[in-house]
């Protein structure tokens, strides 16, 4: 079993940067296909971005990218997201995603909600324009 919870949400202005945190239990955290997803009110929960079990190789959603930056440390069972020139669409409840299937992040299926096994709780982001 494992735990994910989520942190650093708030509210900040267009232009401004945020940076998320997602702390695991378990200690097979290194070895899981990780993921960020965001859910607008009244709208399906979205991919944001993905990062294999090293961190070596990740993929963003087109939206974000150039913007938003993943990143894992093992060592500290944690995923971030670094968000920087967020615009008001950015607003969202944020959520981090997690699978044992390490292989998840090969294929396409990495960026389906309905892939992952575990979630946090969702942090909420606004941005104010």
């Known amino acids: 079993q494992v735990q994910l919870v989520e942190s650093g949400g708030g509210l900040v202005q267009a232009g401004g940067s945020l940076r998320l945190s997602c702390a695991a239990s378990?200690?097979?955290?290194?070895?899981?296909?990780m993921a960020w997803f965001r859910q607008a009110p009244g709208k399906e929960r979205d991919f944001v971005a993905a990062?294999?079990?090293?961190?070596?190789?990740?993929d963003y959603a087109d939206s974000v990218k150039g913007r938003f930056t993943i990143s894992r440390d093992n060592a500290k069972n944690t995923m971030y997201l670094q968000m920087n020139s967020l615009k008001p669409e950015d607003t969202a409840v944020y959520y981090c995603?997690?699978?044992?299937?390490?292989?998840?992040?090969?294929?396409?299926?990495?960026?389906?909600?309905?892939?992952?096994?575990?979630w946090g709780q969702g942090t909420q982001v606004t941005v104010s324009s």
């Open positions: 995603a997690a699978d044992p299937r390490s292989w998840l992040f090969t294929g396409t299926k990495r960026t389906w909600a309905n892939e992952y096994s575990y």
């Open positions: 990062i294999n079990w090293s961190g070596g190789s990740t």
């Open positions: 378990g200690r097979t955290f290194s070895t899981y296909a």
